[in-house]
């Protein structure tokens, strides 16, 4: 079975989508994603949607369930990446993604994730 | 380049295959990023719901022209359960399955045109279009 691979880095998770997903590749990235988080106690997930070409309201409801699902597992989402075309076409269909958080890029994101966790500055890799 | 195609919609992956036939022919159409984005989006939550609702059923992609523009039409039908109240139906919110219940709404306004008819017993009908 299809899957998408989840990378470890340091107490950090790191998903990078970039396959079309159909509906059950989406629902065993999150099935995974909430596995790995309790098992490597893993503090953020960052999930990379730049290769992403489409988000539709599962695709929206699965990202908005992990992000949900790693906060009661103590840890925090930040969805990167997402092309401008994505949004407008998000916002229009009706999702804003509440709950959420965003950042433009990888890096970016990384910094989000550090600051949520509370690490002194300088600590950027 | 046919100018009109038909996508069975019976399977999970035959979601990813109809946005994946309706974005080669809005790219064709030089429709611009964001319009393509919103006629694949579109077409995914409406092929879900042929899918989820419908039972299944087809998607019907078809390049229009009238001298003036081009356009891109997608006719969804299902032989599913039917819808007995449209208009609660394309309100934002209402769903019968576990989805958010943006499908017809949230795709109607991703179009320039949408049409619905539906026969409760019998299946329902849904054209999209975008206008390059």
């Known amino acids: 079975m299809d899957r998408i691979p989840i990378l470890k880095m340091g107490r950090f998770l790191l998903v990078t989508i970039q396959v079309d997903m159909d509906d059950r590749l989406a629902d065993t990235l999150q099935n995974d994603l909430t596995s790995r988080i309790s098992q490597t106690g893993a503090r953020g997930v960052l999930i990379d949607i730049s290769s992403v070409d489409l988000v539709d309201s599962f695709i929206g409801r699965m990202l908005a369930n992990v992000a949900a699902m790693a906060r009661v597992l103590d840890a925090e989402t930040v969805v990167v990446g997402m092309r401008p075309a994505v949004a407008i076409t998000l916002v229009e269909l009706g999702l804003s993604l509440p709950g959420i958080r965003t950042a433009l890029n990888v890096d970016r994101g990384m910094r989000l994730l550090r600051e949520a966790l509370g690490d002194a500055t300088g600590a950027d890799g | ?132």
């Open chain 2, 1 to 132: 380049m046919a100018e009109r195609e038909v996508v069975p919609i019976v399977a999970e992956a035959d979601v990813v295959h109809v946005r994946q036939r309706v974005r080669a022919r809005a790219t064709e159409l030089r429709f611009s990023l964001v319009d393509q984005t919103k006629m694949v989006t579109a077409a995914s939550e409406l092929a879900r719901n042929a899918l989820t609702y419908g039972g299944g059923g087809s998607a019907e992609i078809e390049v229009l022209g009238d001298g003036k523009r081009r356009g891109l039409r997608v006719i969804f039908t299902d032989r599913g359960p039917g819808i007995a109240n449209i208009d609660e139906a394309m309100r934002d919110g209402f769903t019968t399955g576990n989805g958010l219940g943006l499908g017809l709404g949230g795709a109607k306004r991703l179009v320039n045109e949408f049409e619905i008819e539906s026969t409760v017993g019998k299946g329902t009908r849904i054209a999209i279009t975008r206008w390059t």
